[in-house]
């Protein structure tokens, strides 16, 4: 099993540039989760999905966009990038509860211009 | 916002030594987690602690819970250099989703 995956590894955005980031879990799990890690932040929670089609917003949503059309995808999309979005983006993925341990993938190193 | 908050923010021991990692959160919980994160990588699970247990271990690893503190330790025994990483603790309380706080930076030096 590869576990979770995360498409691409580094990016360099222009601000107002759009992307797509991508997970992908083989799991079979029904939670996935965005998080954004800066420094001496920890880990904040975007966007999370706890099962297929739907969504919802985490701690910090805005600016962000994402879409859960097949159960082991989780897309996070920046329609219009600004530099306060420069962090690292992970994505996890638990079995079927929100208190089950999370596997993470190994991150998106995403730079805005 | 940070539900729980790691003590100390870094922390620098000699392999051998043991180590030891604070969390200290706000609200009450239901269960607390501890997960490592080496360099550049995703973080992986450790341990998962209920609110009505006080003590876990696995291998190495030692979690306590002291809900009346709204506090959890991780302590790690004979510690290594592989054991070099950040240690973040995350908690889940009924109705939302897990936080996580920002983490000790553990260096174990050969």
């Known amino acids: 099993n590869a576990g979770v995956t995360q498409t691409p590894k580094f990016r360099v955005l222009k601000t107002g540039q759009s992307m797509t980031l991508l997970c992908a879990q083989d799991m079979n799990h029904e939670y996935m989760y965005w998080y954004r890690q800066d420094p001496g932040m920890g880990l904040r929670l975007i966007h999370y999905s706890v099962g297929e089609g739907t969504t919802a917003k985490g701690e910090v949503p805005d600016g962000y966009n994402v879409s859960r059309l097949k159960k082991q995808n989780f897309l996070l999309g920046l329609e219009s990038a600004a530099p306060s979005q420069t962090s690292v983006y992970f994505c996890a993925s638990s079995y079927a509860t929100p208190w089950d341990e999370q596997y993470f993938g190994p991150g998106t190193r995403l730079t805005v211009t | ?110």
């Open chain 2, 1 to 110: 916002s940070q539900q729980g908050e790691e003590d100390p923010q870094a922390l620098s021991i000699q392999e051998g030594e043991n180590a030891t990692m604070n969390c200290s959160y706000k609200t009450s919980i239901n269960n607390l987690q501890w997960y490592r994160q080496n360099s550049g990588r995703g973080l992986v699970h450790l341990i998962l602690i209920r609110s009505n247990e006080r003590e876990k271990h696995s291998g190495r690893l030692r979690v306590t819970l002291d809900t009346s503190k709204k506090s959890s330790s991780l302590l790690i025994t004979a510690s290594r250099a592989a054991d070099t990483a950040s240690y973040f603790c995350a908690t889940w309380n009924a109705g939302n989703m897990l936080t996580f706080g920002g983490g000790t930076r553990l260096m174990v030096k050969p």
